[in-house]
């Protein structure tokens, strides 16, 4: 299997369909700068207090008053509401890109709708889906985390040792849980499989070709860890003129964090909406190559591909 070629077809096709982008950024909603706001060089705890004490204070003052408690209320629904509608797009979004990079190489066109209904047409097993895989990766972290801590119960001080061989089958659980629900996904869409059939050929499909999963798993994982940290540099970067203008003036800073936030919050959904797009397109070709040494098998239907039909 020739991954370069992979790599350079998925990021051509997030290049050249940037429609595709819209998709991207749902599906990478949960995605590959959510952590680089907590590797921020920025010691913020305090930091208000220390550099604005007059300021924390009245901040204080009203969180704890009834206007700032119905606020937060309000606030902490609003962001579980808008959580839930993330989720939702997030899984109708995934549906519609590999529906997407499916139309693309079959040569054929795609309307963004057209991509959103058939995302929508597949939520409900997607949903289904979803919620296996987290019910059986939950159970295999609970047992994992059991095992240290009867470990550190039983052996105290030497606990610690059993920590090493739980992080590589941490791993192991991580690659072999994603590959099968990445790959069953995708089988969903291709063939219109049920939901455990699906779990059935995604598991197939990564015994079969055990060493391409582990390739394509390792690239997919160092490129995400390339991209996080070139983030988080350069966000940094941007970050500490502004802690600097912070210290001096608060006034200043809130100015021009409301000049700068929005384009910088433009530019995020950007990225980010490149990089879903990139990711999942890249995972769908190689599931593609991997059916083209496994050819699907029906096993009581014709194979109908939903992303032909519906264009």
């Known amino acids: ?117 058939l995302g929508g047409q597949y939520f409900w097993r997607f949903l289904g889906l979803f919620f296996i895989f987290f019910c059986i990766l939950g159970l295999f972290v609970i ?15 030497l606990a610690l040792v059993l920590l090493l061989p739980l992080i590589p089958i941490l791993f192991a659980g991580i690659f072999f849980f994603g590959t099968i629900y990445s790959l069953a996904q995708r089988e969903i869409i291709a063939n219109e499989t049920p939901i455990f059939d699906a779990v059935s050929e995604g598991y197939n499909l990564l015994i079969r070709h055990l060493s391409a999963n582990i390739i394509i798993f390792l690239v997919k994982m160092g490129l995400e860890i390339a991209i996080l940290v070139a983030g988080t540099i350069i966000i940094a970067m941007c970050a500490i003129p502004f802690v600097l203008i912070g210290v ?48 699907y098998k029906p096993k009581t239907r014709m194979n109908i591909n939903p992303a032909e039909s519906s264009s």
């Open 1 to 117: 299997m020739d991954y370069g070629s992979l790599l350079r077809r998925s990021f051509d096709i997030a290049w050249k369909y940037k429609t595709l982008w819209v998709l991207g950024f749902f599906a990478a909603a949960y995605g590959s700068f959510g952590e680089v706001f907590e590797h921020l060089p920025v010691k913020r705890s305090g930091w208000l207090e220390s550099s604005h004490p007059q300021i924390a204070d009245v901040v204080r003052d009203w969180v704890i008053s009834a206007p700032g408690i119905i606020t937060i209320v309000f606030l902490i629904g609003g962001l579980f509401l808008l959580a839930l509608i993330f989720f939702v797009m997030h899984l109708i979004s995934i549906g519609g890109l590999i529906g997407g990079v499916y139309q693309i190489e079959g040569d054929k066109g795609y309307t963004l709708k057209g991509l959103f209904k």
């Open 143 to 157: 047992l994992l985390i059991s095992s240290l801590v009867l470990g550190i119960i039983i052996f105290k001080a």
């Open 248 to 295: 001096s003036s608060i006034y200043v800073l809130i100015v021009l964090l409301l000049l700068v936030l929005p384009i910088f919050l433009l530019i995020m959904v950007v990225v980010e909406g490149f990089l879903g797009t990139f990711f999942n397109s890249l995972m769908t070709l190689f599931y593609l190559e991997l059916r083209k040494l496994t050819p």
